[in-house]
């Protein structure tokens, strides 16, 4: 999955210490577990609201607890913050 949020009008590829600056992956550790339980949280609901089938809910919910047990560490750390790192880790599974 290309990494939409940095794409904008810049064509050429960025250089590796401007991904480091605007990247917050590093700081974000501190809410891997937080974010996870969230995206747990509104799976359910968007279940329990019938916005997304059970068998998509599955899904969603076996990838998130498989992201959670592998770790942070397996994450794509080239993405601007976690929010958008666990979504493309989700999305490809």
Same mark, same amino acid.
């Given at each position: &999955?290309? #990494?939409?949020?940095?794409?904008?009008? =810049?064509?050429?590829?960025?250089?590796?210490?401007?991904?480091?600056?605007?990247?917050? &992956?590093?700081?974000?550790?501190?809410?891997?577990?937080?974010?996870?339980?969230?995206? =747990?949280?509104?799976?359910?609901? =968007?279940?329990?609201?019938?916005?997304? #089938?059970?068998?998509?809910?599955?899904?969603?919910?076996?990838?998130? =607890?498989?992201?959670?047990?592998?770790?942070?560490?397996?994450?794509?750390?080239?993405?601007?913050?976690?929010?958008?790192?666990?979504?493309?880790?989700?999305?490809? &599974?």
């Amino acid at each position: &999955m290309s #990494n939409i949020l940095r794409r904008g009008r =810049l064509e050429a590829a960025q250089d590796e210490e401007i991904l480091r600056y605007t990247s917050s &992956m590093e700081a974000d550790r501190w809410i891997f577990d937080a974010d996870i339980a969230v995206d =747990l949280a509104h799976t359910v609901m =968007l279940r329990e609201q019938g916005i997304i #089938n059970r068998e998509d809910c599955s899904k969603i919910l076996s990838g998130l =607890l498989k992201i959670r047990e592998e770790g942070m560490k397996r994450l794509d750390f080239s993405y601007e913050d976690i929010h958008i790192s666990l979504e493309s880790k989700l999305i490809d &599974m």
